[in-house]
């Protein structure tokens, strides 16, 4: 029998999405890698890998307390920033399921 993935159990909510939404915008507008963050990240004293950023910014990976501090060092910002609304106007950071958007480039979970 298979196992439930651990976001059937615990799917991402408005906080995680935002969180999503707000590294892939400012990773983006500091025209930096994902394989740049995570050695920034590194830097910061908590490495993530560039397949977890990758996971986080897609919502496929959850994001905890120790990573929300390093990312938001890695990026520059403090960590409310990462938690605020999304800094998207268009989709909030959470476009309808199996789209894109075409502001931000946030894609829904599954998309």
Known sequence: MTQPTPDARNPLGETGHRVRCNVKLIR??????IQKLSELTAQSGRRIPPLGIS???????RIDVDDLVAL???LGVKPADLLAEPLCRDCSGMPPAGFTCNTCGIGTPGA
Request: charged residues 30%; hydrophobic residues 30%; without cysteine.
């Open 55 to 61: 996971r986080l910014e897609s919502g496929k990976r």
């Open 72 to 74: 938001a060092s890695a």
């Open 28 to 33: 983006s507008a500091r025209q930096l890698s």
